[in-house]
């Protein structure tokens, strides 16, 4: 699940965005309001973390806007503000939850959870990925084949959560680092190459028809083989 976290504080932002993707998400940050705000309103995110108090653009007015666009992605408000008319402010806003700073890593990855399941009742809100018989769901972190279920680690997860999302098409080595890994691309790296071989092991391995595919010179491409 791909996850936008909207803050100004460097250090803050570093440590929620790290302990977001050692526990499986793909994470986007922006540092100010009005980057936040852009990012937003692409709706491409399965859920927001928004620091209130922020430069250009308030986090509130951030969800506010996008509200008032039909964006119904759930948003947790991140606020120093712990006044029950300050929290009360920013359910009204939009915000679908209120954690106070200083918080618990472990509580803010709880309610995050429980924001995705809650939202998993809208339809709009994709919660699971397929491709033939491989399915992932994506609010218990679980990947199946067949029934059979996969032990998947959790970069290996993203990556297959990556590649479902663009099943059908070719997914470059450099996409994959910017996305999955989320640094700039290294010709020297095997990461792909050792990733790719440990995932088609478990997705691929014991089962009639492979669906991770090499795509020689290009990349690699998740599809049923014609």
């Known amino acids: 699940m791909r996850i936008l976290v909207i803050e ?6 570093a440590y929620m965005v790290k302990g977001l993707r050692e526990s499986g998400y793909i994470v986007d940050h922006a540092g100010d309001g009005k980057e936040g705000l852009v990012n937003a309103m692409s709706g491409i995110y399965d859920a927001l973390i928004v620091d209130r108090m922020l430069p250009q653009v308030d986090g509130l007015s951030i969800i506010q806007a996008i509200r008032a666009a ?5 948003a947790l408000i991140l606020s120093a503000l712990s006044a029950v008319d300050d929290r009360v402010r920013g359910l009204k806003a939009g915000g679908d939850d209120y954690l106070t700073k200083p918080y618990a890593f472990s509580e803010l990855l709880a309610r995050l959870e429980v924001l995705m399941r809650r939202a998993g009742g809208d339809s709009s809100v994709v919660t699971k990925l397929r491709l033939a018989d491989l399915e992932m769901d994506l609010l218990a972190r679980s990947v199946t084949r067949g029934g059979q279920k996969l032990d998947l680690q959790p970069r290996e997860f993203m990556l297959l959560e990556y590649l479902l999302r663009n099943s059908g098409h070719v997914v470059t080595r450099t996409m994959l680092l910017e996305h999955v890994w989320d640094y700039h691309f290294d010709p020297q790296t095997n990461v792909i190459d050792v990733h790719i071989s440990r995932l088609r092991q478990k997705i691929d391995k014991n089962f009639p028809k492979p669906l991770l595919q090499t795509i020689r010179g290009a990349g690699y491409s998740l599809r049923v083989p014609e």
Do not use: C, F
């Open 8 to 13: 100004d504080d460097a250090e803050a932002a």
């Open 70 to 74: 039909g964006n119904k992605t759930p």
